[in-house]
């Protein structure tokens, strides 16, 4: 069974730092690769960093590149954005998510997802 459940977002002034956490509940956190994607109103879910099984793959949407770092610890089931030199354009729902296999980039491939976490980024 996968839980996930996100926490950190909130309100930064751009060039600000938050630090996203998304934490899983269940047993097999080391078994599935697992991503962070967000969304703005009136937009789709777009990709925004992935991460695979050990940590040792990472790859970040044009964007985010330079500014945001994924990670994950896979002892205490924890995954985490880091995101720096924040800008409005950043302000949207953040999800993580997961899913059993290698990484992906398209929402439609992750299995399990959080509830989400505002993230606002005032100008």
């Known amino acids: 069974q996968v839980q996930l459940a996100e926490s950190g977002g909130g309100l930064v002034q751009a060039g600000g730092s938050l630090t996203l956490s998304c934490s899983d509940s269940?047993?097999?956190?080391?078994?599935?690769?697992m991503g962070w994607f967000r969304q703005a109103p009136g937009t789709e879910r777009e990709f925004v960093a992935a991460?695979?099984?050990?940590?040792?793959?990472?790859d970040y949407a044009e964007s985010v590149k330079g500014r945001f770092a994924i990670s994950r610890n896979n002892t205490v089931k924890t995954m985490w954005l880091q995101m720096k030199n924040l800008k409005p354009e950043d302000t949207a729902v953040y999800y993580c998510a997961a899913r059993y296999g290698s990484r992906a980039y398209s929402a439609g491939d992750y299995e399990y997802w959080g509830q989400g976490t505002q993230v606002t980024v005032s100008s």
């Open positions: 269940g047993r097999t956190f080391s078994t599935y690769a």
């Open positions: 991460i695979s099984l050990s940590g040792g793959w990472k």
